[in-house]
């Protein structure tokens, strides 16, 4: 039977009063960043594809992966993929038992999110 008082019960204040943690941020991160690099991926096949295809085909793939918009994503993508890295590496270490209490758990959240930022600098200044 249908409960006749629910609008008058109290909600729970959870999301009012819910801060949200380093670990639970950089979780939902790598699966955002995961997802991403599988666009990102599309991408890439779709301008190896073109190559393939014909000269009229790669100059359209070409021109957008190379406009401003595409060396936006293609940046990006560069750090979802040293984020992610990063990320795995740390869960690595929580699988094998380590490094799974509060201050060490947030400094590997932190080691993930400036080294991605650092190693995406570095190999971009490579790169061009």
């Known amino acids: 039977m249908a409960d006749v008082n629910r609008g008058n019960r ?3 204040p959870h999301l009012t009063i819910y801060r949200p943690q380093l670990t639970s ?3 939902i991160l790598t699966r955002i960043t995961g ?3 599988l666009l990102a991926a599309v991408l890439i096949v779709w301008w190896f594809l073109a190559a393939a ?3 009229e085909a790669f100059a359209t793939a070409d021109g957008v992966i ?3 918009l595409g060396d936006v994503v293609m940046f990006l993508s560069l750090w979802a993929l040293w984020y992610h890295t990063l990320a795995g590496i740390r869960h690595l270490i929580w699988d094998s038992g380590a490094m799974l209490d509060i201050p060490s758990a947030e400094r590997l959240g932190w080691s993930a999110i400036g080294g991605s930022v650092i190693l995406t600098v570095v190999t971009a200044i490579i790169i061009y």
């Open 10 to 12: 109290p909600l729970s």
């Open 25 to 27: 941020i950089t979780s």
């Open 35 to 37: 997802n991403a690099l």
């Open 53 to 55: 295809t014909s000269a």
């Open 66 to 68: 190379t406009s401003l």
